[in-house]
């Protein structure tokens, strides 16, 4: 049923695309300035358990790191770039490679590029730094060749024609670099709990809840007497329908919680640029300087902070938040996906 199944996905879809399209190898990894370790992976392995080798060797087990760094390859085949291009783009296709770094329990993501336009055949170089302040538990990683232009097409054919679909994936690889019972250390908690009967959370059918009552460790709690959605969103796998709807609510639910730590955190700002806590640190140095297309971090720290603090520019302070939340979580993205496993229904 399986392989019924994905062969008719593959017939479907309204453009070329090809999931083992680009090879994917990771080979060694780095903690904080050490030196390489080879991974030495067996063939078809796509998790790697990192947790034992970065924790400490005190009784806490707390994770003794700042920083893995993770090193590969990436190889785009020939027949990958003559399956997914139209013949007149194929000797300088007009597409980036890069990997996607997911943490589902923290509900970061952030993505690495290899290899900006034009993207070749041939093999990249990998280097992928994962730091601990942003991640917990599993940390997923997986390459995709995304179009960088949009074409007009006079007649309709098998390839792609807008800018940022993406026409080919690779491997999806598992890196586990601390485990769920050890000592927390994300920069938000998270827990699913039954909202009926914790009087600390809200009445009514919310989905989830941000509780700041320790405001240096924020907790998202998730609703579980929704028992469905939360059975959706403990599924580990990369593709099928349940996969891609845990993926759409779990982008419903980072675009809420990121908005309240953001506007959270920038209020938080004293009058000398500075924030008390370190997820408030994390959160601005991964937004501000976005908001205000600058380097300077500091600089945008306190421009957001004054623009919050003023009645006069928080309406289109909020507007550029929705615009650089909308980039960085790519909502459209996996509601095509699940649209996609619609059709074989």
Not at 131 to 151: A, I, N
């Amino acid at each position: 049923m399986t392989r019924h199944s994905q062969r008719y996905r593959t017939t479907t879809l309204p453009f070329s695309y090809r999931e083992t399209g680009v090879d994917f190898e990771l080979d060694s990894f780095a903690v904080d300035d050490g030196n390489q370790t080879p991974l030495e992976l067996k063939p078809t392995q796509t998790e790697i358990d990192l947790a034992s080798t970065v924790s400490s060797s005190d009784s806490s087990d707390e994770p003794n790191w700042n920083t893995i760094t993770l090193h590969g390859k990436l190889r785009l085949p020939e027949e990958t770039v003559q399956a997914v291009f139209p013949q007149d783009e194929r000797a300088q296709p007009p597409a980036k490679l890069y990997v996607t770094i997911r943490c589902h329990e923290t509900i970061y993501r952030d993505r690495v590029v290899i290899s900006e336009a034009p993207t070749t055949p041939g093999e990249y170089d990998v280097v992928i730094e994962v730091p601990k302040s942003t991640v917990r538990g599993t940390v997923e990683l997986r390459p995709y060749l995304v179009r960088t232009e949009s074409r007009q097409e006079e007649e309709p054919n098998d390839y792609a024609d807008q800018q940022n679909f993406r026409v080919a994936s690779g491997p999806l690889y598992y890196v586990v670099v601390d485990r769920p019972d050890g000592e927390e250390h994300a920069a938000i908690d998270g827990e699913r709990v039954r909202f009926s009967r914790n009087a600390h959370l809200p009445d009514g059918n919310k989905l989830y809840y941000l509780d700041f009552r320790n405001e240096s460790r924020p907790k998202l709690w998730i609703n579980s007497d929704h028992p469905r959605i939360a059975e959706v969103l403990q599924n580990r796998g990369s593709v099928g329908a349940e996969a891609r709807m845990r993926d759409v609510i779990l982008d419903q639910v980072s675009y809420g919680v990121w908005v309240q730590l953001l506007v959270r955190a920038g209020s938080a700002v004293d009058v000398e640029g500075d924030v008390e806590h370190e997820w408030q640190e994390m959160v601005l140095q991964t937004f501000a300087p976005n908001l205000y297309d600058t380097n300077d971090a500091s600089e945008a720290t306190r421009r957001l902070k004054d623009e919050l603090s003023d009645p006069q520019t928080l309406p289109y302070v909020v507007q550029r938040i929705d615009s650089e939340l909308q980039e960085y979580i790519n909502p459209r993205e996996q509601l095509i996906h699940l649209m996609e496993e619609g059709l074989q229904i």
